[in-house]
């Protein structure tokens, strides 16, 4: 274990120089850590298909003449906050249910469970109070809206189990951590279509792509204690699976657009971020955990030219 993280206070697998340690109580610095906050990539992760959905549907009703600001403004609020509160009971969740598995993987021994920096009652506490928060976010949207949100439970309650018993937890994760996909369009128009439910599925294949890549940082661990990822599936040569599926990712996207009828800075943004993948899976060093962790977070750029595209489309649209 690594005893110089665990004196210290801080986790071997996050920025020593992070907000949380300059701002924060030393006594809430496991909380923190449970909830990632000192990982803020995660929470982006998991709110960029929120944000994507929104602003494809608000474009969505822009030509249908029904949209307003002050809603779309206020839904994009409610989805930065109930991502970081939800993204955070989700990896306290996780935590208690990898407590064994973290304390044999050298990157996560220094956590707060496994250091013994917080109890495991402490923990479920904290969850619990994350979830209100995400419970209170869910309710002031539309009857459906709350209704999916409930549904999306299951898949996180299933996810940390995932690595268990497939080679593809990657694949659960996705389809958790891109339901935020559907919730937007849901939120603006209280019902589904085509093209949300083609965003769902370009998000659920972007996040195997790059978790992927940030799996390779534990490969060597994850074969000793016998967790399984697509990392160890994929092996060696990554570079076709991950072609597939951010190609896979960007032609599901395209389909989304289409059917939303998005403007001409969505098609931009998203010909931006192809790149922007091409990249990753052209410089991916498999052998480098550093740069694996660098490219992971990459992507929250990547989801950051996505949005602002179908954001310009929808100003452009409103003018």
């Known amino acids: 274990m690594n005893s110089s993280s665990i004196d210290s206070g ?48 608000a474009g969505a009703a822009a030509s249908l003449g029904s949209f307003s600001a002050g809603r779309f403004l206020f839904h994009i609020f409610l989805f930065i906050v109930g991502a970081i509160a939800m993204r955070g009971a989700g990896c306290t969740y996780n935590d208690i249910v990898d407590h064994d598995i973290d304390m044999e993987v050298a990157r996560t021994r220094s956590r707060p469970l496994p250091s013994g920096r917080v109890t495991r009652f402490q923990a479920k506490a904290f969850m619990l109070l994350q979830s209100v928060v995400g419970l ?115 032609l599901l996207m395209l389909f989304a657009f289409l059917a939303a009828g998005a403007g001409f800075f969505a098609y931009l943004g998203l010909v931006v971020a192809a790149v922007m993948l091409a990249y990753q899976i052209l410089v991916l060093n498999i052998h480098d955990p550093l740069q694996c962790l660098a490219l992971f977070k990459f992507n929250g750029v990547v989801g950051l030219i996505i949005f602002a595209g179908l954001v310009l489309s929808l100003l452009v649209r409103l003018i």
């Open 10 to 57: 801080r986790v071997h697998d996050a920025p020593s120089n992070n907000w949380v340690y300059r701002v924060l109580p030393r006594a809430l610095w496991p909380y923190a850590q449970l909830a990632r906050w000192d990982r803020p990539i995660g929470w982006q992760l998991l709110m960029w298909p929120c944000l994507w959905s929104a602003a494809m549907a």
């Open 136 to 250: 209170a976010v869910l309710l002031q949207f539309n009857g459906f809206t709350i209704f999916l949100g409930v549904l999306s439970l299951a898949l996180v309650a299933i996810y940390p189990f995932a690595k268990r018993f497939t080679d593809w937890p990657q694949f659960f994760l996705g389809l958790a951590f891109s339901w935020g996909a559907i919730m937007g369009w849901a939120a603006e128009f209280g019902s589904l279509s085509f093209a949300p439910v083609m965003l769902y599925a370009a998000a659920i294949t972007w996040t195997i792509g790059y978790d992927t890549i940030y799996a390779y940082q534990d490969r060597e661990d994850d074969e000793l204690i016998g967790v399984r990822s697509t990392a160890r599936r994929f092996g060696d040569n990554p570079r076709p699976w991950l072609i597939g599926l951010y190609g896979i990712a960007v």
